[in-house]
Nanobody, 125 residues
Framework: QGLLTESGGGSVKAGGSLRLSCIHP????????MGWFRQRPGREREFVAAMETERDYTEYADAVKGRFAISQDLAKNTVYLQMNSLKPEDTAIYYC??????????????????WGQGTQVTVSS
């Protein structure tokens, strides 16, 4: 823990957009999984999106498909989560997660060894 640094959270109105960023250590493996999770008030941490960094393979939770997009900039050691058409139910603390050497990305918290401190996203109606 403590190897990943998120930024970009904030408060927006429903329908708005935010882009979260996650700076991670330079990869030493050819393939790696990077993901985003969120923890909504009173709920457990849940999967949002993940990507395998060599193939750019991506996976999304059903709740965010078509609205959120995960991407990367290898030169900047940064992974992004573009969030569009935000809804009040997207309000949560968003966490970046890393699985160095991962090839098939999981969707459970135990599939990721590295975590950021989280960034708050608040969507008002």
């Amino acid at each position: 823990q403590g190897l990943l640094t998120e930024s970009g959270g904030g408060s927006v109105k429903a329908g708005g957009s935010l882009r979260l960023s996650c700076i991670h250590p330079a990869f030493t493996e050819d393939s790696n999984c990077m993901g985003w999770f969120r923890q909504r008030p009173g709920r457990e941490r849940e999967f949002v999106a993940a990507m395998e960094t060599e193939r750019d393979y991506t996976e999304y939770a059903d709740a965010v498909k078509g609205r959120f997009a995960i991407s990367q900039d290898l030169a900047k050691n940064t992974v992004y989560l573009q969030m569009n058409s935000l809804k009040p139910e997207d309000t949560a603390i968003y966490y970046c997660a890393g699985d160095p050497g991962g090839w098939i990305c999981g969707t459970l918290t135990r599939d990721f060894a590295q975590w950021g401190q989280g960034t708050q996203v608040t969507v008002s109606s």
